[in-house]
């Protein structure tokens, strides 16, 4: 699977290990940065993030800030992204099987690395149920469609 990556400063230490955990299982990765941890703004990142994934640059993505809040707000200021800060196993499974999130939140200063790669490989690994739950998700599109 292809997946876009993006961090800023307090996410840039779990997005690197993400990277390296999803390089590993043989996925390939588009990163939008940071690429270290100087102070960068978040809002940018996911705005490029965002615009990457609706390239066609990946299937999924995974953003990191401090607490993976800022970056999920951000991201979903983009036409498309439905993006869910998770920290919880149940949370990154039903936000796909569900929700059809497109991009998984995680926060790098309130997430230890096992905890987080779960959630990565869980988000990545659960497809969208459809049914009843296409039905919301298109009901999500047009509240967008009408800002």
Do not use: W
């Amino acid at each position: 699977m292809r997946v876009v990556l993006g961090s800023d400063h307090g996410g840039f230490t779990l997005k690197e290990a993400i990277k390296a955990h999803l390089l590993e299982q043989g996925h390939t990765c588009e990163d939008v940065g940071c690429f270290d941890q100087s102070s960068c703004d978040y809002p940018l990142i996911a705005e490029q993030a965002g615009q990457a994934l609706l390239a066609g640059k990946g299937e999924l993505g995974i953003l990191c800030c401090g607490t993976g809040i800022g970056i999920s707000m951000a991201a979903n200021k983009v036409k498309g992204i439905r993006a869910a800060c998770c920290s919880d196993y149940f949370s990154a499974k039903y936000t796909r099987l569900h929700n059809n999130a497109n991009f998984l939140c995680l926060g790098g200063r309130v997430l230890g690395i096992g905890l987080a790669l779960e959630l990565v490989d869980v988000f990545l690994n659960t497809p969208f149920e459809g049914g009843r739950h296409a039905r919301r998700v298109n009901q999500i599109g047009e509240i967008e469609a009408r800002q």
